[in-house]
């Protein structure tokens, strides 16, 4: 059968293939679908759901600065023209299958990749103990980087130059939740140790690397080796890397400014 991620791309070519998209990506559990959900009232959008993967349109709200309207003046009546874009949802895996995600990332208009983690799930634990929650996330963005990375290397003619990524810390509503710089700082030290694991060669890679066949490029991520990650070595392949919290839900409703603006600035 047709794996799932070839529906989406079907879908998306047949219907809007001009709309800016961002596709939305993270570990189970972290808070996609209530945020599609939320963009999809929020934005006041025409909807039209499909089986997951799901694939919404979106209106940003017009009081959200977009990259292209910002020299305008206030009274543009352009302005006043809801943005649309499409959100793309995956399934959830804890890993990535690089067969599908490379049909993912080729579609045209691609605008940025939303990575959602569950900031209350990544907390790290009282006991001292390793946080699975943690590692999982910082697996599944590890192999993410290291994708667009390999993929900036290649250089397809066709393929933009950039292509930013929105780490968004959801769930801030919780008390247990760590605020972004944390979630920031924890995501890169155990993408370090996933790093480091996987040029130790002792961790096996979850993309299947060895089918992207870009020859000797070098396996890992940003400077590789001994040293510290931090998001900023990606900007060497044109992948900036912005942290960013806020949630979907909670008692005094959701808070998702900072990501309308994120993808307001990208579109
Ligand atoms: P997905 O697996 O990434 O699609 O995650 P879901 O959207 O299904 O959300 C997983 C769980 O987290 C659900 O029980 C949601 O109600 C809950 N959830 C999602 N966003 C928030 C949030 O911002 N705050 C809180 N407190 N719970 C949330």
């Given at each position: 059968s047709i794996p799932l991620f070839l529906h989406l791309v079907i879908y998306r070519s047949a219907s809007s293939s001009t709309l800016p998209s961002f596709l939305l990506v993270g570990p189970s559990g972290s808070g996609k679908t209530s945020l599609l959900t939320l963009f999809e009232r929020g934005g006041h959008a025409e909807t039209r759901t499909s089986q997951a993967p799901l694939t919404v349109e979106v209106s940003l709200p017009v009081t959200t600065t977009t990259a292209s309207s910002q020299y305008r003046s206030a009274n543009d009546p352009s302005n006043q023209i809801?943005?649309?874009?499409?959100?793309?949802?995956?399934?959830?895996?804890?890993?990535?299958?690089?067969?599908?995600?490379?049909?993912?990332?080729?579609?045209?208009?691609?605008?940025?990749?939303?990575?959602?983690?569950?900031?209350?799930?990544?907390?790290?634990?009282?006991?001292?103990?390793?946080?699975?929650?943690?590692?999982?996330?910082?697996?599944?963005?590890?192999?993410?980087?290291?994708?667009?990375?390999?993929?900036?290397?290649?250089?397809?003619?066709?393929?933009?130059?950039?292509?930013?990524?929105?780490?968004?810390?959801?769930?801030?509503?919780?008390?247990?939740?760590?605020?972004?710089?944390?979630?920031?700082?924890?995501?890169?030290?155990?993408?370090?140790?996933?790093?480091?694991?996987?040029?130790?060669?002792?961790?096996?890679?979850?993309?299947?690397?060895?089918?992207?066949?870009?020859?000797?490029?070098?396996?890992?991520l940003g400077d590789g080796g001994e040293g510290k990650f931090d998001f900023t070595q990606m900007d060497e392949v044109n992948v900036s890397v912005t942290v960013a919290g806020g949630n979907v839900l909670g008692a005094d409703g959701p808070d998702v400014k900072q990501w309308w603006d994120w993808i307001g600035s990208n579109i």
């Open positions: 809801h943005k649309k874009f499409l959100l793309a949802d995956t399934p959830g895996h804890g890993k990535l299958r690089h067969h599908a995600f490379d049909s993912v990332i080729k579609p045209q208009n691609l605008k940025g990749i939303i990575f959602m983690v569950d900031a209350a799930d990544i907390s790290t634990s009282s006991s001292g103990t390793g946080n699975e929650a943690l590692w999982q996330a910082a697996e599944y963005l590890h192999d993410l980087l290291l994708l667009l990375q390999k993929r900036a290397n290649t250089k397809s003619p066709r393929g933009p130059t950039e292509l930013p990524v929105l780490v968004a810390a959801n769930k801030l509503d919780l008390f247990t939740a760590l605020p972004a710089p944390l979630v920031k700082a924890a995501l890169e030290s155990e993408i370090t140790n996933v790093r480091s694991l996987r040029t130790k060669g002792l961790l096996d890679s979850g993309i299947g690397m060895n089918d992207l066949d870009i020859g000797d490029e070098k396996e890992w």
